[in-house]
């Protein structure tokens, strides 16, 4: 991260008793900045408050070293994408897109030489005369990214804009907006309660829940050294063992499960004796043919081929089935066999239980 | 039998028997020669001349009109910053304001007449005249107004008032360029409803004018001698002007020339 163009010190806001921020602290710079968090953990409010459309209780907002925290949005320079698009419907495409360059007072001129450029960008070329209604789903997408990036804005807001989008198109959009991010080298502030979008697109990423960051930090670092439960729980959706902590050495923990001796990073203070959950990604699963000593056993119940990889879907004592992900490999593709799993203590991750 | 018609269509032909044959009688009385018993037919348009040199005609039209576009105007004003300010302003107090806001539909033409024209005059010292029937005619057709726009701005989306605050527009701006283009229909229906009932209106622009003639106040007076046959003239007239005036607006939405929405 170079130099900081959006700085949040203590963003508070209450709706009468919910806490949609709590004393949130970010930096962002020139980079792809998202905000992963589920459905009411206060995104969406965040981005309001960076916006102007909404003013902290307690706390600053800073764009590029000026505190904006009180001053409107009209004047504050920043793009945003909203998830239900908010395109003027009684204006055509191209009305849409300059709208930000006419408040600015851009002469035509200007307007339409821009209007090429990020037509050309966002491949809209030729429905510059329509209206919204008369657009798909994803054109409407890529008219209102053409008119939060049209002004060069000093920040792009993004509220969860694939949301509304069918799956094959979102993937497509995912790759664009990363590209426009590279080219631009504008900062763009990414929200969405989808992890895979985050991880796909983000440089950088924040875990949000009740209106606080849990974890920020470069996406393979919050993917792979997740510091609270939640963080682990929520990304990468890993398979999840609870048991109680027999032993703690060297930062790792043994975990007693079904009479198992699992290791793990043992994370958030944890003692032995207490019962802890302990997450490990299905990618970081070895799987064996057979049984094995040192392992646990398991019998496969299905090989889901991928292309590239299989889901082996295995079935553990106590009912638990876990996802291991892994090369195809032709003996694996029979349901009902006997197979044992393991991990290295380093890919699993233990926090107290309930935190 | 033959060639029946549903019930439907046998109710609904006398709803519009009731609700248009006495306007139709009027229109036809207006073109016979004899007023009092207009059969067999014998038609004329001595009526309509007559009217047109009837004594302050002239001056009662030009009153009339400007009383009914100055209320218009007016009201629909009033009543679109009051229906905003209902919507958009959270408050607990938000129905009790806009019952006040209601509360002159209540109130009877003849009150708010007589009423209007004690304050002017007891209170302020002001006489009346035109500006001051605009005012009392403002008083009550706010209220109608006020129904007109909010039953669409309910339904406005001020979501794209905030993005085109995010995208640089200050909030007159903002209004101007996304929420009046939209909501217009609505501003538009308000300026009509309220012309109409202004421009029609006698109880309460009669105590405001004074002498000054409208064409309600001339026809009032007009009745005093009976029913003279330019009073039909001058009801048709302003029938007919009203069903071009919304024949018009019909033709132009049909046509796509006026768009009252933009939904898919
Ligand atoms: N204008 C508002 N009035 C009352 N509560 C609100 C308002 N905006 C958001 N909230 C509440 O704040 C919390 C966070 O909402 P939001 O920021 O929309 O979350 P997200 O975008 O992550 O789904 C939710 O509990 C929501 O109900
Ligand atoms: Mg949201």
């Known amino acids: ?355 | 039998m033959r060639g029946t018609f549903s019930i439907q269509v046998q109710l609904l032909a006398l709803l519009y028997l009731f609700l248009y044959a006495p306007i139709a009688y009027v229109i036809y009385v207006s073109f016979q020669k004899d007023s009092v018993w207009p059969f067999p037919p014998d038609f004329t348009l001595e009526h309509y001349a007559d009217l047109l040199h009837l004594r302050d005609f002239h001056a009662a039209l030009v009153n009339s009109l400007t009383i009914g576009i100055g209320t218009g105007l007016l009201s629909a004003l009033l009543a679109t910053i009051a229906a905003i300010g209902v919507l958009r302003y959270a408050s607990r107090w938000r129905g009790l304001v806009a019952a006040a806001y209601l509360a002159p539909l209540f109130i009877a033409h003849l009150l708010i007449g007589i009423a209007s024209l004690m304050f002017n005059k007891q209170l302020l010292g002001l006489p009346g005249n035109i500006g001051s029937a605009i005012l009392a005619n403002t008083t009550y057709a706010t209220a109608f107004a006020f129904l007109v726009v909010l039953a669409q701005l309910a339904k406005h989306d001020w979501r794209l008032d905030e993005a085109a605050m995010v995208f640089g527009a200050p909030p007159l701006r903002a209004f101007w360029s996304v929420t009046l283009p939209l909501i217009w229909p609505s501003v538009l229906g308000a300026v009509i409803v309220s012309f109409l009932l202004a421009f029609n209106n006698l109880e309460v622009t009669f105590y405001q004018v004074g002498a000054r003639p409208t064409l309600p106040t001339l026809a009032w007076g007009e009745l005093r001698h009976g029913v003279s046959e330019e009073l039909y003239a001058l009801a048709s007239l302003i029938n007919a002007a009203i069903f071009l005036f919304l024949g018009a607006l019909y033709v132009l939405l049909r046509t796509g020339a006026l768009r009252l929405d933009y939904r898919d």
């Open chain 1, 1 to 355: 991260m170079t130099e900081a163009v959006l700085r949040l010190e203590g963003v508070t806001k209450r709706f009468g008793t919910v806490v949609a921020a709590d004393s949130v602290d970010i930096e962002i710079g020139r980079e792809f900045f998202s905000l992963l968090g589920p459905s009411g953990s206060g995104k969406t409010t965040m981005l309001r408050i960076i916006a102007g459309l909404e003013v902290p209780d307690l706390g600053n907002v800073r764009i590029e070293g000026r505190d904006v925290t009180r001053q409107p949005p009209y004047r504050r320079g920043v793009g945003m994408v909203f998830q239900d698009f908010l395109l003027f419907p009684h204006k055509t495409v191209a009305e849409n897109i300059v709208f930000p360059l006419r408040m600015q007072g851009v002469p035509p001129a200007g307007r339409a030489e821009a209007l090429g450029w990020i037509t050309d960008l966002v491949h809209l070329k030729g429905l510059e005369g329509r209206f919204p209604h008369q657009l798909s789903g994803g054109q409407k997408q890529r008219v209102a990214l053409a008119r939060g990036l049209v002004s060069r804005p000093k920040l792009l807001l993004l509220d969860e804009p694939l949301a509304n989008l069918d799956r094959e198109l979102r993937k497509e959009m995912e790759v664009e907006i990363r590209r426009f991010q590279l080219e631009l080298k504008i900062p763009f502030v990414y929200v969405t309660h989808n992890q895979e979008e985050a991880l796909t697109m983000s440089d950088r990423m924040a875990i949000m829940r009740d209106g606080r960051i849990l974890q920020v930090g470069g996406k393979l670092d919050l993917y792979h050294h997740p510091d609270l439960a939640f963080v682990a729980g929520f990304l990468g959706a890993p398979n999840v063992f609870e048991g109680k902590v027999t032993g703690l050495a060297d930062g790792l923990a043994i975990i007693d499960w079904q009479g198992y001796p699992l290791q793990a990073r043992a994370k958030g203070g944890l003692a032995v004796g207490q019962r802890a959950v302990c997450f490990v990604k299905s990618e970081k699963i070895e799987l064996f043919a057979g049984t094995g000593q040192g392992r646990v056993d398991g019998v496969l119940r299905d090989a889901i081929f991928k292309g590239q990889y299989a889901d082996y879907l295995v079935h553990l004592a106590g009912a638990r089935e876990v996802t291991v992900s892994g090369p195809p490999r032709a003996e694996l593709f029979a349901p009902g066999r006997p197979v044992s799993l393991s991990w290295s203590a380093e890919d699993g991750d233990a926090f107290p239980a309930g935190g």
